[in-house]
């Protein structure tokens, strides 16, 4: 069993920025992923946007074109921890914003994976942003 924690959440005025970090824990052998998701609060039957994933053997990142610029996925090995560094934040990316865990990370150097391709889930940091 993967389990994974965010913190860094909060609430931020336009143009700010704020980096959440996901501490995984109970991680498989093998190819291993980990990725940020956000659901906004305005569209709760939309499916959830993964922004950005990382391979987390090989570093490799991917990142969804609305965030492209703005945001930066890495991790630090040592502390089993992957951050989503947020930049120039827009009241658009007013969300609730989770990582989750996948063993499809080969994929990620084609595509994002949609939310169902993730097996292990964090509880979810809310990030606000005001205009």
């Known amino acids: 069993r993967v389990q994974l924690v965010e913190h860094g959440g909060g609430s931020v005025e336009a143009g700010g920025s704020l980096t959440l970090s996901c501490v995984v824990s109970?991680?498989?052998?093998?190819?291993?992923?980990v990725g940020w998701f956000r659901q906004a609060p305005q569209a709760p039957g939309k499916e959830r946007e993964e922004?950005?994933?990382?391979?987390?053997?090989?570093?490799?990142?991917i990142y969804a074109d609305s965030v492209k610029g703005r945001f930066t996925i890495y991790q630090d090995t040592n502390k089993n921890t992957v951050y989503l560094q947020m930049t120039n934040l827009k009241p658009e990316d007013t969300a609730m914003y989770y990582c989750?865990?996948?063993?499809?990370?080969?994929?990620?150097?084609?595509?994002?994976?949609?939310?169902?391709?993730?097996?292990?889930w964090g509880q979810g940091t809310q990030v606000t942003v005001s205009s």
């Open positions: 109970g991680q498989t052998a093998g190819d291993q992923g």
């Open positions: 922004v950005a994933a990382i391979d987390i053997h090989i570093g490799r990142t």
């Open positions: 989750a865990h996948t063993d499809k990370s080969r994929v990620l150097q084609f595509r994002l994976l949609r939310w169902n391709e993730y097996d292990w």
